[in-house]
């Protein structure tokens, strides 16, 4: 069973910085590694898949890295509507026991 | 653009049965797993199961085994999960979602959710 957790559970951050967050693996999942981000009252949107590769039509300011066991998101200059949860998944292991990280929430500092 | 749509979610008391349809559009559908997650008011999201895009394999979560069913019909672009013996936890927004590969893999798209509720 592989067990995804991210960090931190919140990040406060102003609008215009730059935000990292954090996701690591019990166990190497390589580079099978995707990023959501979801607004309250919306579903889930897919940002990173392989680890690094944006989604169609996500933004330049979204860059995911990492393989193996640890990842990170970064955002840099931070825009309003960049203010989400966002779950890291894991599809390296399928079927799986576990599959999401339990979220982070990027607030406004 | 790919549009899924969900359908079937509402209010079931404890140990009743619920059908989740999602109808799919905008790709070719046979060609790609899909999966259904769900959301409990608050918390995160859970992978529930998934099934390949030929419809011959399919995988259920460890809360949800025996008691749900999905299935596809690759004639009308459709995903059904089938609820039986629902439970209280099992109160969620169910989200239908399109995977990247035959198999697996992220979750590209995603329907706007239905609500199932389990409580009397």
């Known amino acids: 069973e592989i067990v995804m957790t991210q960090s931190p559970v919140t990040l406060s951050v102003s609008p215009g910085e730059r935000a990292t967050l954090s996701c690591r693996a019990s166990?190497?999942?390589?580079?099978?590694l995707a990023w959501y981000q979801q607004k309250p009252g919306q579903a889930p949107r897919l940002l990173i898949y392989?680890?690094?590769t944006r989604a169609t039509g996500i933004p330049a300011r979204f860059s995911g890295s990492g393989s193996g066991r640890d990842f990170t998101l970064t955002i840099n200059s931070l825009q309003s509507e960049d203010f989400a949860v966002y779950y890291c998944?894991?599809?390296?292991?399928?079927?799986?026991?576990?599959?999401f990280g339990q979220g982070t929430k990027l607030e406004i500092k | 653009e790919v549009h899924l749509v969900e359908s079937g979610g509402g209010l079931v008391q404890p140990g009743g049965s619920l059908r989740l349809s999602c109808a799919a559009s905008?790709?070719?559908?046979?060609?790609?797993?899909m999966s259904w997650v769900r959301q409990a008011p608050g918390k995160g999201l859970e992978w529930v199961s998934s099934?390949?895009?030929?419809?011959?394999?399919?995988n259920y979560g460890d809360p949800v085994l025996d008691r749900f069913t999905i299935s596809r019909d690759n004639s009308r672009n459709m995903v059904i999960l089938q609820m039986n013996s629902l439970r209280a936890d099992d109160t969620a927004i169910y989200y239908c979602?399109?995977?990247?590969?035959?198999?697996?893999?992220?979750?590209?798209?995603w329907g706007q959710g239905t609500l199932v509720t389990v409580s009397s």
């Open positions: 979602a399109k995977q990247i590969g035959k198999l697996g893999g992220a979750f590209d798209h």
């Open positions: 905008e790709f070719t559908f046979d060609i790609y797993a």
């Open positions: 099934i390949s895009g030929s419809g011959n394999t399919t």
């Open positions: 166990q190497t999942v390589s580079t099978n």
């Open positions: 392989s680890a690094s």
């Open positions: 998944q894991q599809y390296y292991n399928w079927p799986p026991r576990n599959t």
